[in-house]
Antibody
Framework: EVQLVESGGGLIQPGGSLRISCAASGLNVSSNYMTWVRQAPGRGLEWVSIIFSGGTTYYADSVKGRFTFSRDTSKNTLYLQMNSLRAEDTALYYC?????????WGQGTPVTVSS | DIQMTQSPSSLSASVGDRVTITCRASQNIGNFLNWYQQKPGKAPKLLIYSASTLQTGVPSRFSGSGSGTDFALTVASLQREDIATYYCQQSHSTPRTFGQGTKMEIK
């Protein structure tokens, strides 16, 4: 059974940094395309970033240059390093699996950017 | 970036009704179109991928159609458990953008 478990979210001041994690089981993160999707409170889904099985990453314009998507294959875990955080980054961050479609989702980890 | 526009933003229908949500892409995306269902407080769930392929376990009352720029999600006979927000998403290119969502309610 595939499970994706996000962690590391919390309250952070504007301009601060935070790293959130996604521990995967039932699938190998090094051979899958993995994606972060976020959802601001009361808003719709926003695609954030993808890591291809070969390691190439792409980002939404709204986070490009501030967020970094990485993985640790020995821990089968994904990371999203978020720097220079802004109030508009406040959201529930979901870890998902898929290249053409997103078929497995975690339950999300909340990030709140506020002073 | 490809823009995805859903309509309507919300709809109210009765149990048993046939309901359709549309999604329009700002450029040709072939059949790289997926539909997700999100119930309150839950993570989204994949319903349909590649425009018309039903994900395993999804009831057959859901169907998808379209190609190019215009797509539709149809529920043949609305059930109470279908109350949710529905999102389309293009997977033709990055960023893999979502539509703004359609909130479905029971009348």
């Amino acid at each position: 059974e595939v499970q994706l478990v996000e962690s590391g979210g919390g309250l952070i001041q504007p301009g601060g940094s935070l790293r959130i994690s996604c521990a995967a089981s039932g699938l190998n993160v090094s051979s899958n395309y993995m994606t972060w999707v976020r959802q601001a409170p009361g808003r719709g889904l926003e695609w954030v970033s993808i890591i291809f099985s070969g390691g190439t990453t792409y980002y939404a314009d709204s986070v490009k240059g501030r967020f970094t998507f990485s993985r640790d294959t020995s821990k089968n875990t994904l990371y999203l390093q978020m720097n220079s955080l802004r109030a508009e980054d406040t959201a529930l961050y979901y870890c998902t699996r898929g290249r053409i479609y997103l078929d497995y989702w975690g339950q999300g980890t909340p990030v709140t950017v506020s002073s | 970036d490809i823009q995805m526009t859903q309509s309507p933003s919300s709809l109210s229908a009765s149990v048993g009704d046939r309901v359709t949500i549309t999604c329009r892409a700002s450029q040709n995306i072939g059949n790289f179109l997926n539909w997700y269902q999100q119930k309150p407080g839950k993570a989204p769930k994949l319903l349909i991928y590649s425009a018309s392929t039903l994900q395993t376990g999804v009831p057959s009352r859901f169907s998808g159609s379209g190609s190019g720029t215009d797509f539709a999600l149809t529920v043949a006979s609305l059930q109470r458990e279908d109350i949710a927000t529905y999102y389309c998403q293009q997977s033709h290119s990055t960023p893999r953008t979502f539509g703004q969502g359609t909130k479905m309610e029971i009348k």
